[in-house]
C-alpha cells in the first residue's frame, strides 16, 4: 500500500503559533499532495511537492519532502482560526488513485 | 479560478434505489474519478475515467456502481440499489493532464441511505 500515515492525529495549539505535521508512505512516490478539509466539507489542494524537490513554498505553508526516509512535513506559520481543519497527505499510484491517510485534525485556539 | 461542482449537496435515498450522484469537471481536465469517504473514515478512491472508458477501479466499485461521461460536461456515478453501507461523501475530481499534475475536487454529495 502507499498509504499516507498522518502525525499527530490531532493537534490544538494557540492563534499565531506555528502548527507542524508529517506524514510518512511506504513505497517510491513521484509527488505528494497536501489537501484541507473542514468539518463536513470537500478536499481543497494546497500544495504538490514532487520527488526530485526537497521543499516548497506556498504562502504561510511550507512543505518539505525526504524520499529518503519516506515521509513529509507540512508546516503552517503564523496560524489563523480559519485554518482550523483536518489535514491530509496523498500519493498518487502510477498517476491515478490518490491513497489518503487518516488526516490531522488541527485545532486553532483564538 | 476554475472549480469541480457536484449536485445535489445532499441525497437521501431508500436502501434499494439508485441514484445519480453528479459531477462538472474543470473544463479542459481530461481525467476524472470518484472517491467516497464513510464518515470519521479515510478518503478511498473508487474509479478513474479517461477517454471514454474506466482505467482504474478499486474493489469496492462492484456492479452496483457505474460511471458515464454523458456529454463533454457531466461525469456521473450511479449506484444501481442503494445499501446502507453506501450512505458516505462522495468526491469527484478532475485532473488536467499526463505527469504528475494536482487532481482537484469537488464539494461532494452527502448520500444518506435509509
Known amino acids: 500500500s502507499q498509504q499516507g500515515e498522518e502525525d499527530p492525529q490531532a493537534l490544538s495549539i494557540q492563534e499565531g503559533e506555528n502548527a507542524t505535521m508529517n506524514c510518512s508512505y511506504k513505497?517510491?512516490?513521484?509527488?505528494l499532495q497536501w489537501y484541507r478539509q473542514n468539518s463536513g466539507r470537500g478536499l481543497v489542494h494546497l500544495i504538490l511537492?514532487?520527488?526530485?524537490?526537497r521543499e516548497k513554498h506556498s504562502g504561510r505553508l511550507r512543505v518539505t519532502l525526504d524520499t529518503s526516509k519516506k515521509s513529509s512535513s507540512l508546516l503552517i506559520t503564523a496560524s489563523r482560526a480559519a485554518d482550523t481543519a483536518s489535514y491530509f497527505c496523498?500519493?498518487?499510484?502510477?498517476?491515478?488513485?490518490?491513497?489518503f491517510g487518516t488526516g490531522t485534525r488541527l485545532t486553532i485556539i483564538p | 479560478e476554475p472549480e469541480v461542482t457536484q449536485t445535489p449537496s445532499h441525497q437521501v435515498t431508500q436502501m434499494g434505489q439508485e441514484v445519480i450522484l453528479r459531477c462538472v469537471p474543470i473544463?479542459?481536465?481530461?481525467?476524472f474519478y470518484w472517491y467516497r469517504q464513510i464518515l470519521g473514515q479515510k478518503v478511498e478512491f473508487l474509479v478513474s475515467?479517461?477517454?471514454?472508458?474506466?482505467?482504474?477501479k478499486s474493489e469496492i466499485f462492484d456492479d452496483q456502481f457505474s460511471v458515464e461521461r454523458p456529454d463533454g460536461s457531466n461525469f456521473t456515478l450511479k449506484i444501481r440499489s442503494t445499501k446502507l453501507e453506501d450512505s458516505a461523501m462522495y468526491f469527484c475530481?478532475?485532473?488536467?493532464?499526463?505527469?504528475?499534475?494536482?487532481?482537484?475536487f469537488g464539494p461532494g454529495t452527502r448520500l444518506t441511505v435509509l
Open positions: 475530481a478532475s485532473r488536467g493532464g499526463a505527469g504528475p499534475d494536482t487532481q482537484y
Open positions: 513505497t517510491s512516490i513521484n509527488n
Open positions: 511537492i514532487r520527488s526530485n524537490e
Open positions: 496523498a500519493t498518487p499510484f502510477g498517476n491515478e488513485k490518490l491513497t
Open positions: 473544463s479542459n481536465h481530461l481525467y
Open positions: 475515467f479517461y477517454n471514454n472508458e474506466i482505467s482504474e
